[in-house]
């Protein structure tokens, strides 16, 4: 009889270990629930399994959508114009923006652009100076730049000057456009060059007036870098 009660004593807490322990592993096995959250703003908001981002812009210098990606198709969801993705960052494409074209347009002696002639102080609508054959948006520098690039003798003083001639600019310069090559000798001068006022001043051929001032030996409008500066 002690055997048999033994026996049955044995099988119980074996029976009762197993169950403890398949107790136990239920309770590992048990899952936790998943934190979501919400992010970006209405209408274009999205769930996430991570910490919303908080930068304003992506690694190209764009508007961040607040919308996370791996695809670029994925963006499109949330915004109607162009998007992209870069590095798991919805947001609007840099487009470089292209510099106008030259074909049409002269340099003025500050590297802006114009297209409209001019030859007279009076030509050019308000904010702007006539600089070289060219209307120029006055920038407060102009005397530095009024020679053919550069600085004036001085100011004109009601259209006239003690030394030089007064430009179109309303600035005293050697010559009426352009630079200077220096002094006539005996009224003669080098090529491209006339004597004027006593100094040998550029022109364009058949005495036009040129069409901007060259930036870095390049003009613009099709037109030729010439010697004193000026494009013809």
């Not at 949330?78 to 049409?104: A, E, H, K, Q």
């Not at 002269?106 to 030859?119: A, D, I, K, N, T």
């Amino acid at each position: 009889m002690l055997p048999l009660i033994l026996i049955c004593v044995s099988t119980y807490l074996t029976l009762s270990s197993a169950a403890t322990t398949f107790m136990d592993d239920r309770a590992l096995i048990r899952h936790k629930r998943q934190a979501y959250y919400v992010c970006g703003t209405y209408p274009n908001q999205y769930q996430s399994t991570t910490p919303c981002p908080t930068q304003t812009t992506c690694p190209n210098g764009g508007r961040f959508l607040y919308v996370g990606c791996r695809f670029s198709a994925q963006c499109t969801l949330y915004y109607s114009g162009m998007s992209t993705c870069i590095n798991g960052c919805c947001t609007v494409p840099t487009i470089p923006t292209m510099p106008p074209s030259t074909d049409r347009f002269g340099f003025c002696p500050s590297g802006q652009l114009s297209e409209v002639r001019c030859s007279g102080r009076y030509q050019c609508q308000a904010g702007q100076t006539c600089m070289t054959g060219l209307c120029c948006t006055t920038i407060g520098n102009e005397r530095n730049v009024a020679c053919g690039g550069l600085a004036a003798l001085a100011s004109c003083n009601s259209g006239t000057c003690t030394t030089g001639v007064c430009t179109a600019s309303n600035y005293c310069c050697k010559c009426l456009v352009g630079r200077s090559s220096g002094r006539c000798s005996n009224g003669i001068c080098p090529a491209g060059f006339a004597c004027n006022n006593g100094f040998c001043c550029p022109q364009c051929p058949n005495n036009v007036m040129p069409f901007g001032a060259c930036r870095n030996g390049i003009c613009g409008g099709g037109k030729t870098c010439r010697t004193g500066n000026i494009c013809c």
